[in-house]
């Protein structure tokens, strides 16, 4: 996910505008935004009301849903397979991605970053490595699916060495997702506005093609990578599914079908904004309004896709009932008053397979003695 909306230098204008109109642009400093070219006081303050409300909101419903995640994992799933893993890290880049949201939220509320110049890289670390982490980790969790249910007789044979390859693989995705944040890292800087504001921005100088290759790269790692690997899989995994005989068949296939099709439903907007700043980038697109359209767009899309991080309790966790039984379980030892009353699923299915172990048992028993 690029930066949010407020980095957007004026740098990145020019193509939009014809220069004999705006002959004013050239004596600007980098970190004044377009919308002040405009003047666009609308734009701006919905901007400073909008998305600190969404970002507000996205932190405080995905910190509670990925925090219980990870509380649920450590105190129960214990030793980690390479499911339970993936969906720890799941959460640890989800919450890294979660914590730079309060600084992007003052940040566009004041349009002016407040904070020491160390912290501009360190947010945009912990906002990048979030969104790489979030990406990769879920196409390892997909792959590992798409192992175990395929590729069963190779799943089996690497079986004893599970614990050492998952902790390998897990740090060889954080080791590839700073990698692939480290320029955006680099770039990040604080400069000052000729309006006396402090900017949190990405400040390419002379290495424009650094900016074309940022999106290009979040096109093909943040999304057709990932929406290939997805289909690939789910489309070898599904038939396989639906050949066996167990009744919970077409849950595991709906929860499938879910999986790809949130994914496709909120990143494929932003990743729409993101193929026409290219574009933009590129000069194809230089009507006088292109950048305007393109500023209120991207905050769109980007609120869209930071939902994402608040689903993924849901849909990997949450949506099993041994993990949601595991969630409750928890949710009565905090707080007894509110949930002390609530009975899980589990404990009355295993009265039900105890009752029928007994009869079971009754039934075996006496056969014998008449035998005898």
């Known amino acids: 996910m690029g930066r949010p909306w407020a980095e957007v230098p004026l740098s990145e204008a020019p193509n939009c505008f014809p220069a004999d109109n705006y002959s004013e642009y050239g004596n600007l400093v980098p970190g004044v935004y377009a919308p002040n070219i405009?003047?666009?006081?609308?734009?701006?303050?919905?901007?400073?009301?909008?998305?600190?409300?969404?970002?507000?909101?996205?932190?405080?419903?995905?910190?509670?849903?990925?925090?219980?995640?990870?509380?649920?994992?450590?105190?129960?799933?214990?030793?980690?397979?390479?499911?339970?893993?993936?969906?720890?890290?799941?959460?640890?880049?989800?919450?890294?991605?979660?914590?730079?949201?309060?600084?992007?939220?003052?940040?566009?509320?004041n349009s002016n970053w407040a904070f020491p110049e160390f912290m501009c890289q360190a947010v945009?670390?912990?906002?990048?490595?979030?969104?790489?982490?979030?990406?990769?980790?879920?196409?390892?969790?997909?792959?590992?699916?798409?192992?175990?249910?395929?590729?069963?007789?190779?799943?089996?044979?690497?079986?004893?060495?599970?614990?050492?390859?998952?902790i390998a693989l897990a740090l060889f995705v954080w080791t590839l997702s700073l990698g692939v944040s480290l320029p955006h890292i680099i770039f990040s800087k604080v400069n000052n506005t000729l309006e006396n504001e402090t900017k949190c921005m990405l400040e390419y100088s002379e290495r424009k093609v650094w900016k074309s290759f940022h999106y290009i790269e979040l096109n093909i790692l943040g999304f057709i990578i990932p929406l290939s690997v997805m289909l690939f899989c789910y489309s070898r995994i599904i038939p396989i599914l639906m050949t066996m005989q167990s009744q919970k068949k077409h849950k595991a296939v709906r929860l499938m079908?879910?999986?790809?099709?949130?994914?496709?439903?909120?990143?494929?907007?932003?990743?729409?904004?993101?193929?026409?700043?290219?574009?933009?980038?590129?000069?194809?697109?230089?009507?006088?309004?292109?950048?305007?359209d393109l500023h209120m767009a991207i905050q769109w899309v980007e609120c869209i896709a930071f939902c994402h991080c608040c689903l993924n309790p849901i849909i990997y966790a949450f949506v099993g009932q041994k993990f949601r039984n595991l969630f409750l379980k928890i949710l009565k030892e905090w707080f007894p008053l509110c949930f002390g009353h609530c009975t899980t699923v589990e404990s009355k299915s295993s009265e039900r397979t105890t009752s029928r172990y007994s009869r079971a048992s009754m039934i075996s028993s006496t056969k014998a003695k008449l035998k005898v």
Request: contains cysteine.
């Open 38 to 109: 405009f003047s666009n006081s609308n734009v701006m303050d919905f901007s400073r009301v909008f998305l600190p409300t969404v970002y507000s909101i996205v932190f405080i419903v995905g910190f509670i849903g990925n925090g219980l995640v990870l509380c649920v994992l450590v105190k129960y799933h214990k030793p980690f397979n390479m499911s339970d893993l993936c969906l720890f890290n799941l959460a640890i880049s989800d919450l890294l991605f979660l914590i730079s949201l309060p600084f992007w939220a003052d940040y566009a509320a």
């Open 124 to 166: 945009t670390a912990l906002y990048m490595l979030g969104f790489y982490g979030n990406i990769f980790f879920m196409i390892l969790m997909t792959v590992d699916r798409y192992a175990v249910i395929v590729h069963t007789s190779t799943s089996l044979i690497l079986k004893h060495r599970s614990v050492r390859a998952s």
């Open 257 to 292: 079908v879910v999986l790809v099709t949130v994914f496709f439903l909120f990143w494929t907007p932003y990743n729409i904004v993101i193929f026409l700043m290219f574009m933009q980038e590129l000069g194809y697109m230089t009507s006088r309004h292109c950048y305007q």
